[in-house]
């Protein structure tokens, strides 16, 4: 808990209370019967409404709890809150409010028909004494990054409402929204036709494992140096199709900076999108990946997430895409480009994503999406 506040009608402020308890003095002195009674009974409402919320200060408390811990952009989770009275004293007028930082990160959906979308939510309720209540809301991110709530207030007010009891919690006790980019679909055939054709380009076909080459009668080859698999039926050696194990090995360049030196490129996001769809298509297709980004971490270097055949290494891509943020470092594309073919896997073929780099007679690679 980080603020407590108590807001105050106008009967309950400390001005007003001055002139009551005075006027009460004056008209019990005077002999004023009714008015003395409702003075009384202002005051006695007042004093009980202060130590009915005192009362409450840490009997109510709260728990979010979540179905999933990260989501892509525009995509609808549910949340829920779970509040516990632990004190024999029921609350009429239970009150919680939550806001995030703008429309632009996360919002709250309504769940009425009209599916309204809105920064803040708030619902008002009864809670029994030594209860727990459940709200249910849904959740949407609206674009990539950490997000938070920026608050969430409990407001508790007495049965007569002279006061209310507003808890009021830091960014540091708000739970936070991890949201990812957004899953696309990608043209499967395409990218594997393009990355086919440049490996039948560049490699022999008859080094190639994965292509059937033909059958030939047996003679004696050694059996170590040919791809060949012997059918006692046919007296014949058939050619053998191999299965990969890891598949082959890539990695993706992807550069968000356009043609001037600093200057980003406005489809930032679709690159982000695409890089992250075609990460899961060659990871599904059990090919081994790192990726490179033209974005500086801490370390002054460009991010780069290593070839690793553990599956958190996906999560650690979708985490790393998810972070980069537009008022980040980014590097010229020259410079970029650069540093990613020193530090890129040496045996891996390189898809660049974003403006292409400068040809060279050295370093070989291949443009995906410009």
Not at 48 to 55: E, G, I, R
Not at 67 to 83: A, L, M, Q, R, T
Not at 153 to 174: C, Q
């Amino acid at each position: 808990m980080n603020s407590v506040n108590v807001d105050k009608s106008f009967l309950a402020q400390p001005r007003v209370l001055v002139l009551i308890i005075v006027l009460f003095i004056i008209s019990s002195l005077a002999g004023i019967g009714l008015l003395t009674f409702l003075l009384a009974l202002c005051i006695s409402f007042s004093v009980l409404s202060h130590y009915f919320l005192k009362h409450f200060h840490n009997k109510v408390t709260w728990e979010f709890k979540k179905y999933v811990n990260i989501s892509s952009v525009d995509e609808s989770v549910k949340g829920i809150i779970e509040i516990e009275n632990k004190s024999s004293l029921p609350v009429h007028n239970f009150k919680i409010a939550m806001e995030s930082n703008s429309e632009k990160e996360i919002v709250f959906i309504n769940d009425g028909n009209d599916h309204v979308e809105s920064s803040m939510y708030s619902k008002t309720f009864f809670l029994p004494p030594k209860s727990r209540y459940i709200i249910e809301f849904h959740l949407k991110g609206k674009s990539r990054g950490n997000h938070h709530w920026t608050n969430f207030n409990m407001l508790i007010s007495d049965p007569i409402r002279l006061r209310t009891l507003r808890l009021g919690y830091a960014n540091e006790f708000l739970p936070t929204f991890p949201v990812m980019p957004r899953i696309i679909k990608v043209d499967e055939l395409k990218i594997k036709s393009v990355l086919q054709g440049y490996r039948n380009t560049n490699h022999s076909f008859f080094m190639d494992e994965s292509s059937i080459v033909g059958t030939k009668d047996y003679e004696n080859e050694s059996f170590r140096h040919i791809h060949w698999m012997a059918s006692a039926k046919e007296n014949k050696l058939l050619a053998k199709k191999y299965q990969k194990v890891n598949g082959s090995e890539y990695s993706i360049l992807l550069n968000l900076v356009g043609k001037g030196q600093f200057h980003l490129r406005r489809d930032m996001e679709d690159l982000i999108e695409y890089a992250t769809a075609v990460s899961l298509y060659l990871i599904k297709e059990g090919c081994k990946i790192e990726l490179l980004v033209n974005y500086c971490t801490k370390q002054n270097e460009i991010l780069r997430i290593e070839n690793d055949i553990d599956r958190s290494q996906l999560k650690n891509m979708i985490m790393a895409l998810s972070m980069i943020n537009e008022r980040g470092i980014f590097l010229p594309s020259e410079q970029f480009y650069r540093q990613a073919f020193s530090k890129k896997d040496k045996k891996s073929l390189a898809l660049v994503i974003g403006s292409s780099p400068e040809p060279t007679k050295i370093d070989k690679w291949l443009q995906i999406k410009q």
